[in-house]
T-cell receptor, first 110, second 118 residues
Framework: AQRVTQPEKLLSVFKGAPVELKCNYS??????LFWYVQYSRQRLQLLLR??SRESIKGFTADLNKGETSFHLKKPFAQEEDSAMYYC????????????FGGGTRLMVKP | GAVVSQHPSWVICKSGTSVKIECRSL??????MFWYRQFPKQSLMLMAT?????????EQGVEKDKFLINHASLTLSTLTVTSAHPEDSSFYIC??????????????FGQGTRLTVV
């Protein structure tokens, strides 16, 4: 079975502070990990995926297989980063279905 | 990126009636679409996988007779909530992936449908 855990439901930081949204997963094979973001009144959209190893909007995430984690980080938070963030896992041969974590609401205060 | 459109965005219905939600891929063909349900302040839970031209695959605990899924074409999947009850009130979201762009591509999500059963 595959599972994604986001331990924090809410993360509140001040503008300019570093941000780390935690994500841990359990999966017996080699998963693909994603971070999705949902801004207020908008649809869910992809932020980044581990296979791309890219930085989007200043966010990065490194897959740590030893710790089974895929934490999302940004060195300096901006107010426009305030949103719901979902970590998601896609297992091989799983028909491309995604298993989502519970989500973390990031609030960046001025 | 590709666009997935859901209709309606919100619907209010009386208890006992049925409601149909449509999910369309606007600029690509989707052989597989996914239906999720999201309760307030909770994550998205996969309900079923909709397969074009064949029966949907339901997740454990999801009543297939309650949530009818039809994927009659490569661009349209429908979810019908039959004999809706207040506990069916939720946010329903569909997603699809553009298979023409390879295996490791993102899933695109519809804007969601908020169903309220009164």
């Amino acid at each position: 079975a595959q599972r994604v855990t986001q331990p924090e439901k809410l993360l509140s930081v001040f503008k300019g502070a570093p941000v780390e949204l935690k994500c841990n997963y359990s999966y017996s094979g080699s998963p693909e990990l994603f971070w999705y973001v949902q801004y207020s009144r908008q649809r869910l959209q992809l932020l980044l995926r581990h296979i791309s190893r890219e930085s989007i909007k200043g966010f990065t995430a490194d897959l740590n297989k030893g710790e089974t984690s895929f934490h999302l980080k940004k060195p300096f938070a901006q107010e426009e980063d305030s949103a719901m963030y979902y970590c998601a896992l896609k297992g091989l041969g799983a028909g491309n279905m995604l298993t989502f974590g519970g989500g973390t609401r990031l609030m960046v205060k001025p | 990126g590709a666009v997935v459109s859901q209709h309606p965005s919100w619907v209010i219905c009386k208890s006992g009636t049925s409601v149909k939600i449509e999910c369309r891929s606007l600029d690509f063909q989707a052989t597989t679409m996914f239906w999720y349900r999201q309760f307030p302040k909770q994550s998205l839970m996969l309900m079923a996988t909709s397969n074009e031209g064949s029966k949907a695959t339901y997740e454990q605990g999801v009543e297939k007779d309650k949530f009818l899924i039809n994927h009659a074409s490569l661009t349209l999947s429908t979810l019908t909530v039959t004999s809706a009850h207040p506990e069916d009130s939720s946010f329903y979201i569909c997603s699809a992936r553009d298979p023409g762009t390879g295996e490791n591509t993102e899933a695109f999500f519809g804007q969601g449908t908020r169903l309220t059963v009164v």
